[in-house]
T-cell receptor
Framework: RKEVEQDPGPFNVPEGATVAFNCTYS??????FFWYRQDCRKEPKLLMS???SGNEDGRFTAQLNRASQYISLLIRDSKLSDSATYLC??????????????FGTGTKLQVIP | NAGVTQTPKFRILKIGQSMTLQCTQD?????MYWYRQDPGMGLKLIYY???????DKGEVPNGYNVSRSTTEDFPLRLELAAPSQTSVYFC?????????????FGQGTRLTVV
């Protein structure tokens, strides 16, 4: 089982729609969580961190459910410019005391006019 | 702010040739990473480093080597290039003094092996 799993999509949604992505993680010792955005042929960039109490940044809301070991990203009022791949990222301490960063394979979003 | 800088941006190699992908960061980050990303696929970790002089293998290290002689630089060496190494290579760095810090990526190196 992969340590971080995401539905690859693609999610095709009309402009103005609300869309939600989920990501599950397998290691209960995971400590910090992020959503990254990757545009086509570009490098990944941080979209937002995910906090235990949930957090919002404009049209974007991130939630963490530690009991069920998943994080979610909700995008309201989708824009054409939201079309991208969204990567779920999980950090934890690995063997030897070093930090391990695990990227999901990403969920592709296509917003349609 | 330079952040993470990768060179070259593009390269075509012939089978059997060798090359070094350069990566440098100016944020004094202790952790650095090399990923490859094949078309339509996710990131795969090749090697990582937790500080100068310390490197370790990721999930796909075969055919690659790294070194970390300084905090700033983390070059990736390809020996005897093969078509299977055609990919986009991303270098990243992050501050490992805390667990909840983000990773910063370079713009990538697009490598084609023919």
């Amino acid at each position: 089982r992969k340590e971080v799993e995401q539905d690859p999509g693609p999610f095709n949604v009309p402009e103005g729609a609300t869309v939600a992505f989920n990501c599950t993680y397998s290691n209960s010792a995971s400590q910090s969580f992020f959503w990254y955005r990757q545009d086509c042929r570009k490098e990944p960039k941080l979209l937002m961190s995910v906090y235990s109490s949930g957090n919002e940044d404009g049209r974007f809301t991130a939630q963490l459910n530690r009991a069920s070991q998943y994080i979610s990203l909700l995008i309201r009022d989708s824009k054409l410019s939201d079309s991208a791949t969204y990567l779920c990222v999980v950090n934890r301490l690995g063997s030897g005391g070093y930090q391990k960063v695990t990227f999901g394979t990403g969920t592709k979003l296509q917003v349609i006019p | 702010n330079a952040g993470v800088t990768q060179t070259p941006k593009f390269r075509i190699l012939k089978i059997g040739q060798s090359m070094t992908l350069q990566c440098t960061q100016d944020m004094n980050h202790n952790y650095m990473y090399w990923y490859r990303q094949d078309p339509g696929m996710g990131l795969k970790l090749i090697y990582y480093s937790v500080g100068a002089g310390i490197t370790d293998k990721g999930e796909v290290p075969n055919g690659y080597n790294v070194s970390r002689s300084t905090t700033e630089d983390f070059p990736l060496r390809l020996e005897l290039a093969a078509p299977s190494q055609t990919s986009v290579y991303f270098c990243a760095s992050r501050d490992g003094t805390a667990i909840n810090t983000e990773a910063f990526f370079g713009q990538g190196t697009r490598l084609t092996v023919v």
